[in-house]
């Protein structure tokens, strides 16, 4: 059963910092494509990062204009799991967070998503 587990939210202060986890099993994230998501209250979903196909170079990572800067995707396919690390963390940055994998390596469509992990950032 292909399933994502998203970990990591929690509760931080502006400017500070937290690591999301996600952890595929199922299948694993070699020449994938995956992305973070995040969903504010009463906002549409957004993409935050993605990573396109299995190189993780800079010419195939994506972040959104909001986060360039203080968020870093990257992924450890021994461990099989990709994260996203949040740096000067801002009340703006408040959303549930989700991890998605794509086999095609495309980031056109993301078949696979993990459930949300809350990230609550207080002013």
């Known amino acids: 059963e292909v399933q994502l587990q998203a970990s990591g939210g929690g509760l931080v202060q502006a400017g500070g910092s937290l690591r999301l986890s996600c952890t595929a099993s199922?299948?694993?994230?070699?020449?994938?494509?995956i992305g973070w998501f995040r969903q504010a209250p009463g906002k549409e979903r957004e993409g935050v990062s993605c990573i396109s196909g299995s190189d993780d170079s800079d010419d195939n990572t994506e972040y959104a204009s909001s986060v360039k800067g203080r968020f870093t995707i990257f992924r450890d396919e021994a461990e099989n799991t990709m994260y996203l690390q949040m740096n000067s963390l801002r009340s703006e940055d408040t959303a549930v967070y989700y991890c998605?994998?794509?086999?095609?390596?495309?980031?056109?469509?993301?078949?696979?998503w993990g459930e949300g992990t809350l990230v609550t950032v207080s002013s």
């Open positions: 199922g299948f694993t994230f070699d020449g994938y494509a």
């Open positions: 998605a994998a794509d086999p095609t390596g495309l980031s056109n469509e993301y078949p696979y």
